[in-house]
């Protein structure tokens, strides 16, 4: 099984070579290419970015980012997450979305969203098992290799006494 532990600098360049896999699949972002560090470090919310790790390589990370700098919006943050495909069907995702949403919780978070292409069933599976709802679909949000593709879009809500929600 693998150790889920807070994503160090060191980490980096594997999370890339994840992500980098999730773009090829064409179902996992809009993105094109990976981000430099400088880009990553700003995006992602210190104190919520993790990796999962077995054998001494990482083979899966989680984060959240802000999804506003209004004041308003604290509370709200979106989630990525990547799974290496040597480690797909063997529930790194769960315990990844699973952590994340505990250190969501400490850090106040009140609501976690997630915006899935349909076709990512895996994706779609594991955040509604791990607590998220289908709010809806937004129909040919953006255009990917010039054909329109559609967001499921979720969401997560603190249960968490103290949390207002």
Known sequence: MAQIREFVEGDFEQV???????????NATFEKKTK???EWDE???KGC????ERSGGLIGWAALSS???RAVYAGVAEVSIYISSSAKGLGVGTSLLLELIKLSEVAGFWSLQAGIFPENEASLHIHKKCGFTVLGTRDRLGKM???WRDVTLLERRSQVEGIEV
């Open 49 to 52: 970015r993790i990796v999962a």
């Open 16 to 26: 890339q070579k994840i992500y980098l896999q999730g773009i090829k699949t064409g």
């Open 67 to 69: 999804i506003s700098n």
């Open 36 to 38: 430099s560090w400088p």
């Open 145 to 147: 290799d010039g054909i």
């Open 43 to 45: 995006a992602m919310l």
